[in-house]
């Protein structure tokens, strides 16, 4: 079974700019999570879908927005880059709540 | 914030067991213990997780203490593709976000 997959792998980007980035989940897994990584704050959590219903948020600024199709496929947006939003994102699927996620190799997006 | 502690880092000879400590003092009845681990560059990677009773499959082992409060995680013969940073998490069943710490940085020694 094929894992979870995201594009672009890197990305450079230039401040005030908007990102989209995709992820693929396991086939089969209808939960779709985002995370962020920083070396300073670590790993993040963005927010998680589920039927293409946002169900959980975590403490982002508004610019940061996402969404999931029929297919679980999943999209997150940053709008008006800003140099702090430089960091590795993460994507998880999982069949539902409380199962194990797993991970995505991740989009590394940098912001100059 | 994360509910555990881990130490930083650690260090481990290649072809020994790795036992990497974790304390979750104040974790709660429903709350379980999940341990992923981070590669370089790589997505983190699901390892195992267990609510109160010792777990075990194909990559490691999970010793839960009596009372809850801390575990081990037990990798039985390390190499040096383990070099990775390890975190303990615990999570309560229904919740689907994943609160990272800082983990711990265990390096494999040949």
């Known amino acids: 079974k094929a894992g979870v997959t995201q594009t672009p792998r890197y990305l450079i980007k230039t401040r005030g700019q908007q990102v989209t980035l995709s992820c693929s989940p396991i086939s089969g897994h209808r939960s779709v999570s985002w995370y962020q990584q920083t070396p300073g704050q670590g790993l993040q959590f963005l927010f998680e879908?589920?039927?293409?219903?946002?169900?959980n948020k975590g403490n982002f600024p508004g610019r940061f927005s996402g969404r999931q199709f029929s297919n679980s496929r999943s999209e997150m947006n940053v709008s008006t880059l800003e140099l702090g939003d430089s960091a590795l994102y993460l994507c998880?699927?999982?069949?539902?709540?409380?199962?194990?996620?797993?991970f995505g190799p991740g989009t590394r997006l940098t912001v100059t | 914030d994360a509910k555990t502690t881990q130490p930083t880092s650690m260090d481990c000879a290649e072809g020994r067991a790795a036992n990497l400590p974790c304390n979750h003092s104040t974790i709660s009845g429903n709350e379980y213990v999940y341990w992923y681990r981070q590669i370089h560059s790589q997505g983190p990677q699901y390892i195992i997780h267990?609510?109160?009773n010792n777990e075990t499959n194909e990559m490691a082992s999970l010793i839960i203490t009596e009372d809850r409060k801390s575990s081990t995680l037990i990798l039985p013969h390390a190499t040096l593709r383990d070099t990775a940073v390890y975190y303990c998490i615990v999570r309560t069943l229904g919740d689907d976000k994943i609160i990272f710490g800082k983990g711990t940085r265990l390096h494999i020694l040949p």
């Open positions: 267990g609510l109160k």
């Open positions: 998880a699927s999982s069949l539902d709540k409380s199962y194990e996620q797993y």
């Open positions: 879908y589920f039927s293409e219903t946002q169900r």
